[in-house]
């Protein structure tokens, strides 16, 4: 019953000397595809008896490689003796009470289950979801219609573990119904955004729709080409539906939920909606498309002729900059467009990204500088990271001179001018800097030694002056290409910073409004964000948690529930509503809670909790205080922990429910989680989670709003430390003194609050250093349980604690006793276990052979072996789930890791094949039997830690 298919598959490529003497190879990739694997399949032999269930090694045409390896690396160790089966006990067996859920028969007996899922809405439930759907950051957020009130809002990335991910809505939909335990008939209105194209008429051309999509999907092209895309869950065809072009959308997320009853919204980001998919919805009546355009006339656009340019535009012209006037009160909201700026698609939109790096809006033209430092155009949070050390010294001491290095000045701005102006006083811009080999293609000298091999893996890895000479250190000084990448972030920064900072003051003129709220993916920049607060004269400044594209579901959603007063007088009617005006709900009082993500039942998470146990300790801490005592008594002693309680955070930043939390008075904890724990660039600043009512004992925070205490409750601003405060927290200073803020009240998050309150009271310091929880590199924040166990096994350690609802996990180390057998006090011997494989393996072997040798003994080989096995815990999808092994042992030990022999057997196999083979009676020899069983328990130990084996 356990035969298996043994695939091989040989791909083999020569290329011929030049002439120069050089050595030409061949490639042999053999791969290995078992749906069980067992153990005489491991490698290239196949063992046909099933007498024994240890490989018969001494037949394999490698033997003789793996024995050398082992005669090569004689490390002594201490040798285990064979423990005799005959002084065995027979032991009942153990259980891990309570995390073995098996241990209990039914639901009613386990304490520990939820009947009913926290977010369940009774059955009659009628939902408006909004949807950004088909662009990137693709999200859902889904609100009762009866009530107003949000009940569900989450990202795609979350759940597909892909960083922005886009495309349909298929499994979010799902998740938002899993979670409120209703039907997909609730879903009675949808308001969507997609501002690449037009969704809803292509949805409603009914079965020829149907029709397109599954030729689609079964070319694997277009939407085609993601599972669910045909899904009645994306299509969601039963219900009413409304598209919200994409700049109103924005302006939605943050107007409606504002703490003030009116103000402006300033919306600037990359890219918005073309200006003839909002013209073209006028010119047709469609009712069921609303844009600013119903408004022409009646605001300011840049350029005035817009509409004869667009005509003549080879692509189209899209929306670049906006700004909206609002009120409201009890009964509803009022937003009307009192300025836009619409920008030209110099390249056909079908190219990469959709021609966005060559257009004219300031959001773009920053995230050109993102892709030419960094290849990503969504890495802008890096280039406002990387700007402030500009003008930072670096003391090169040890070549005796002490010669001091710094980034230089770019004199030319990239942008200047005015937002709201023509002509020669209107924007320019200059691209000259962001042109040719961009940074991120750059081989920079530094990277390497004086004979060509690389020495430092990421070019932008460096550390401040003081950290680098402050006795022994890891610290490294910046490459060339990292100071022509501070010079321009520093110049890009400071442009976007003069002109918006211009543009928001002459808008705050023209309307009188006091009151500001911000939205788009500009309002990500934190820097921006405080100057703007605290230096334009604004009473109030409300940015949403989710100012980027992942917003757009919440103020798709939210149009759908309030609908626009302002609109209804244009028209006579209110038919743009998806709710007849009597039923419509009363308008957010206050702010949303950013945590808005599912909930997760006790029992899920014990689930989890029992799938990891062999690689995890538990412990269960019930009462709050004494949590938030270890907490803090943990990171006060220099630990790193990570928090996962409650729902999950909407919007890019975690806000103390998915947090890696640290102390922010030590110095030397920003290179270690940057490198260690978060795996990225070293120059990277943290930021402070801090007690709102002390926050202005630390921090400047301006004098002119009404409220300062908790200006920044989602992070989303950037403030000065105060000098007398400087060396108390270097943890959360940035390079030039400022720190992206969270302002933690104890009605907003009661837990987080009482938390940073306990570690005030240990250290006379009210805040902790807070990042996101996310140690996989590419990968968003953590969503699910078993996303969180994952993410702190693969720190390796770095995070010493996993504080999860009520648990606290621990990482187990290798239990090498358990795995040897050994003897107690009272002279009880504890068998040994035996290793076992976390599921189904997948190898890959590359075979690289050097020809330039006649002695086919003294041929180079170089073999490399890699493994998937997809039902570890620790398994990467990314590099199609691929693990590196060490070597052939390695892979042939977790071969025979089935849970049916133990050490002993496998050394002894070895010891046999090794004394059959060449090395004879040296086999005999303790040295070598010390270093075989050295590198086999090595092995095991490795394999261990990254979950593909347990014992």
Known sequence: HQQSKLLIMARTSVSGGSGNGSASWRTILLTFTTSILPLANAFTHVRTSTRSPIPNIRTASRTSTVVKYLNRNKNKVPTIPEVPSSTIPNLSPLYSTPFDISLYDDDDSNPFFDALNPLARPPNTNLIIGLNKYSHDTSICAADASTGEILFALSKERISRKKHHGGNVATIVEQCLDQLDLDLDCITHVVSNNHHHRTLAYVESGAGCELSMEWEEGLNINGGSENGYTDEENILSH????????????????????????????????????????????????????SDLLFEGEFECIPSDIDERSKKSVYDWREGESVYEFTKDSTGISVKPVFKRFVEERTPPALYNHGFENMDSIGALYSRASSHIFGDWNACGKVMGLAPWMGH?????????????????????????KLYEEGDD?????????????????????????????????????????????????????????????????????????VAMDFVKTMKEKTGQNNLCLAGGVALNSVLNGRLSRELGFKNVFIPPYPGDDGIAIGCCAYGIFGNKALDELKGTDSESQLESETKPQMWSEPLSPYQGPAYKRDAILAEIETASPWIEVERVTEDKKRYEM????????????????????????????????????????????????????????????????????????????????????????????DDKLGLIPAVTHVDGSSRLQTVTKDAEPMYHAFIS????????????NTSFNTLPGEPIVETPRDAIRSFLSSMGSIEILFMDEYVIRRKPADVRRLLGEQNAQGIITPPTFPKRAGPAYYESKFTVGESSLDEEEAQVD?????????????????????????????????????????????????????????????ENIEYQEVLFSNIMKRLIRLYEYTFISW
């Open 758 to 769: 306990t570690f005030y009271q240990r250290t006379g310091v009210p805040m902790v250093l």
């Open 393 to 417: 010294e670096w003391t090169k001491s040890s070549n005796g001179d002490g010669d001091t290095i710094t980034a230089a000045h770019l004199t030319h701005p990239i942008l200047k001018g």
């Open 239 to 290: 219900a009413t539906h409304m598209e919200l072009s994409h700049h109103l959308a924005h302006a939605y997320s943050a107007a409606t939920q504002c703490p003030f009853n009116s103000g402006m919204v300033v919306v600037m980001d990359g890219m918005g909606e073309t200006y003839r998919t909002m013209k073209n919805a006028i010119d047709n009546d469609d009712e069921r498309y609303v």
């Open 631 to 722: 907490m803090s008594a943990e990171i006060e002693s220099g630990g790193v922990i990570a928090l996962f309680q409650g729902r999950s955070e909407m919007g890019p930043r975690a806000l103390g429910h998915r947090s890696i939390i640290a102390d922010p008075r030590k110095k030397g904890l920003v290179r270690f989680i940057n490198e260690s724990v978060k795996k990225r660039e070293s120059f990277r600043p943290f930021a402070p989670s801090c007690l709102a009512e002390e926050a202005g004992q630390w921090f400047d925070l301006g004098d002119d709003l009404e409220d300062s205490s908790n200006i920044s409750p989602y992070m989303s601003m950037t403030a000065m430390v105060k």
């Open 426 to 498: 209107g924007i320019k811009i200059d691209r000259s800097t962001m042109v040719g080999t961009p940074f991120v293609a750059r081989n920079d000298p530094d990277l390497f030694d004086n004979e060509g091999n690389m020495i430092r893996k990421r070019k932008y890895d460096f550390d401040d002056n003081e950290t680098i000479t402050d006795g022994p250190t890891d610290g490294q000084f910046p490459t060339n290409v990292a100071l022509e990448s501070i010079s321009l972030s520093y110049r890009i920064q400071q442009d976007l910073e003069s």
């Open 863 to 923: 073999l490399r072996t890699r493994i998937s096995m997809p039902n570890r815990l620790l398994h990467d999808e990314r590099n199609g789930g691929w693990f590196q092994l060490l070597d052939e042992l390695e892979g042939e030990i977790l071969g025979v890791c089935n849970g049916k022999i133990g050490v002993n057997e496998i050394v002894n196999e070895y010891l046999t094949a090794s004394q059959e083979g060449f090395m004879g009676k040296e086999a």
